[in-house]
C-alpha cells in the first residue's frame, strides 16, 4: 500500500521556523516529482513547491520564494520542506504529493498529483 504520511506541522509564532517532513512507502518514490500544497480554511488547496526527480530542479510559488526551502533524500524516500520568516498567511494544512510524470509545465496542478498525504496542521499566530 502506497502512503505519504506528513510530520512537523505545529503552532509557532511570525517570524519562526518549522520543518516538515513526508515519508514515503510502498514504492520508491525517487523518480516521481514531489510537491507540497497547502490549504487554509474556505480557501482551494494551492501549491507551495516541488522538487523534480533526484533533486534536478525545485519549483517555488512567489509567496514563499526565499523563505521556503524543499529538499529530498531519495535513500530514505523523504521529502522535507524547511519554512523560515513564517507569516500569519502561511496558516492551512499542508499536503506532501507525489506525481510520476510531473513537469515543470504541471507541477503546481492539483489534479496531475496520483498520491498524497493526509496533511499536517501549520499555524502560525501574529
Known amino acids: 500500500q502506497v502512503q505519504l504520511v506528513e510530520s512537523g506541522g505545529g503552532l509557532v509564532q511570525a517570524g519562526d521556523s518549522l520543518r516538515l517532513s513526508c515519508a514515503a512507502s510502498g514504492r520508491t518514490f525517487s523518480n516521481y516529482m514531489m510537491a507540497w500544497f497547502r490549504q487554509a480554511p474556505g480557501k482551494e488547496r494551492e501549491f507551495v513547491a516541488a522538487?523534480?526527480?533526484?533533486?534536478?530542479?525545485?519549483y517555488y510559488a512567489d509567496s514563499v520564494k526565499g523563505r521556503f526551502t524543499i529538499s529530498r533524500d531519495s535513500a530514505k524516500n523523504t521529502v522535507s520542506l524547511q519554512m523560515n520568516s513564517l507569516k500569519p498567511e502561511d496558516t492551512g494544512v499542508y499536503y506532501c504529493?507525489?506525481?510520476?510524470?510531473?513537469?515543470?509545465?504541471?507541477?503546481?496542478?492539483?489534479?496531475?498529483?496520483?498520491?498524497w498525504g493526509q496533511g499536517t496542521q501549520v499555524t502560525v499566530s501574529s
Open positions: 522538487i523534480a526527480p533526484y533533486g534536478r530542479n525545485t
Open positions: 504529493a507525489g506525481d510520476y510524470l510531473g513537469t515543470a509545465q504541471t507541477v503546481r496542478t492539483t489534479r496531475n498529483y496520483e498520491y
